[in-house]
């Protein structure tokens, strides 16, 4: 996953330098993705405890113990990006939506179309993704801390923009939380292409609890300069 010469800036355009030498998404392990999702199951049960502090001093022994064995291999970079078959690349420990990222928040799309060939002008495009965050991400009681409910607005929006041809680097993010974002429910997260400037891409986006919009969020993403 690494390409010749100075790293790129950003995925996006590590992806498209690496083509056809990105590993495929079945080569990652289904024990890979069992393991985030207990990770983050342990996450949730670290906030929500109440056991005695023996307890917790044994659990903090036993983790530490699965962390000194998850070290003996390490990447060299964080960054784990695969291609699916139909060619979106999906960047597997980002903090977005990482699925191998168990700080991530659990993102799930439902409906994410492949970008178009490189070279394409954007086309409109809207994704959708679900997403059911957990006491892990609360701020206040009952809610989602609002700086979470950004990070997933960020992502999902920002891959609207990729998949309609006209991905970037977020360099602008207006984030308006209208009501609480309950956890523990599943939410819908809805992002759409709006518009391209020259090198600035335009792109929208709202949280909605059972049709009821909780945030919304305005991007703006500039594209890298080709040398």
Partial sequence: MNASGPTPKSAARLAELLGDQLPLIDTVPD??????????????????????????????????????????????????????PDG?????????????????????????PAPPPPGSEPRSVEVRARCTFTAAHSGSPSRVHGGVVAAALDE???????????????????????????????????????????????ASGEVLVDGQVTAQADLIAVSEARS
Avoid: C
Wanted: proline residues 4%; glycine residues 8%; without cysteine.
């Fill in 88 to 112: 979106r690349v999906e960047s597997l420990v980002q903090a977005g939506a990482g699925r191998l990222n168990p700080q991530a928040p659990p993102i799930e799309w439902a409906a994410l």
């Fill in 156 to 202: 999902v929006v920002g891959v609207a923009a990729a998949a309609a041809g006209a991905s970037g680097m977020t360099v602008v993010l207006n984030v308006t939380l209208r009501a609480g974002t309950p956890f523990g429910v599943p939410v819908d997260i809805v992002g759409r292409y709006v518009r391209s400037e020259g090198r600035k891409r335009y």
């Fill in 31 to 84: 024990s890979a993705f069992e393991l985030v999702a207990r990770a983050r199951e342990l996450v949730e049960a670290i906030v929500m405890t109440d056991v005695d502090a023996e307890t917790r001093a044994d659990v903090a022994v036993a983790i530490g113990a699965i962390a000194e064995r998850l070290r003996t291999r390490r990447r060299e970079h964080a960054l784990y990006l695969v291609r699916h």
